[in-house]
């Protein structure tokens, strides 16, 4: 069965602390990870996007690395500021668009 | 900027009532998709379109229909609307190829009482 799971469910962090969240999958076929991030009520915006050849993708403090051999995938969020404060999705596309999502990890930046 | 629109972020409706939810894309995109968002469940897809007048049933189809009559608008209908379709309902554009141009509405919070 197509999968996405991702962990922790929650974190709490220091605000200007460094995590790591991770994402594990059972997605076949593979055609891309995506991350998003979803602030509380709003629609999820899209992070980073790596294909089967990308290890690595970085879009400002967040970095997100790929190992499609073990079909893991983490999202590492570098001095985090209160504005981090969101739930991240980790998506995996099985091409055509069809589209397997994680439930998410909610992330609280306290100050 | 690419945008995808919903019409309500939040929206209150009877039980037994016919709902309409609208979803406009300005990226002359050619796929549409409508998703509804739980606690604890993930965004799960209801239905999606892929050409004007085109729809398939995604996952949870049961007890909603759909209707895309212009390339650039998408709705979402409830036929008789229940207290389990409470929900955030988002709607997402892409490219015909996909990949980087897939966008998110910002949602629309159901309450049906």
């Known amino acids: 069965k197509n999968q996405v799971e991702q962990s922790p469910q929650s974190l709490i962090i220091l605000e200007g602390k460094n995590c790591t969240l991770q994402c594990n999958y059972t997605v076949s076929p593979f055609s891309n990870l995506r991350w998003y991030k979803q602030d509380t009520g709003r629609g999820p915006v899209s992070l980073t996007i790596?294909?089967?050849?990308?290890n690595t993708k970085s879009n400002g403090r967040y970095t997100a690395t790929l190992d499609a051999d073990t079909k893991q995938s983490s999202l590492h969020i570098t001095a985090s500021q209160l504005s981090d404060s969101a739930s991240y999705i980790c998506v995996v596309d099985s091409g055509f668009q069809k589209l397997v999502f994680g439930t998410g990890t909610r992330l609280l930046v306290s100050p | 900027d690419v945008k995808v629109t919903q019409s309500s972020r939040y929206l209150v409706k009877r039980t037994g009532e016919k709902v309409f939810l609208e979803c406009v894309q300005d990226?002359?995109?050619?796929?549409m998709f409508w998703y509804r968002q739980d606690p604890g469940l993930g965004l799960r897809l209801i239905y999606f379109s892929y050409d004007v007048k085109m729809k398939e049933k995604g996952d949870i189809p049961e007890g909603y229909s759909v209707s895309r009559e212009k390339k650039e608008r998408f709705s979402l209908i409830l036929e008789s609307a229940s207290t389990n379709q409470t929900s955030m309902y988002l709607c997402?554009?892409?490219?015909?190829?996909?990949?980087?141009?897939?966008?998110f509405g910002s949602g629309t919070r159901l309450t049906v009482v």
């Open positions: 990226m002359d995109h050619e796929n």
């Open positions: 790596m294909t089967f050849s990308e």
């Open positions: 997402a554009s892409s490219s015909r190829g996909g990949g980087y141009g897939y966008t």
